[in-house]
């Protein structure tokens, strides 16, 4: 799903490119799961934006990293940010 919609998203003129793998999210999902059951749900809240921030790590410009200027940091620094 996020191969597609990065395929079809572009920022400032350039398509985007999902690099991400099923693996690498499973494996975080793994983790997020034993650190919401161990601590008893303190973690949950945390959960969401560290899905989101994996996903931007994950999604590039397809110039490279410098295809978006209009994200603070590029693409590869995290999530966007309003300038």
Do not use: N
């Amino acid at each position: 799903m996020e191969r597609w919609r990065a395929k079809h998203s572009y920022v400032d003129g350039q398509r985007l490119a999902f690099t991400g793998s099923a693996t690498g999210l499973f494996g975080r999902w793994i983790l997020w799961f034993l650190l919401i059951v161990i601590p008893l749900d303190i973690y949950l809240p945390w959960v969401g934006p560290r899905i989101a921030q994996w996903k931007w790590e994950h999604t590039d410009g397809q110039g490279g990293s410098s295809a978006a200027p209009g994200l603070v940091g590029g693409l590869r620094g995290g999530c966007p940010q309003a300038l």
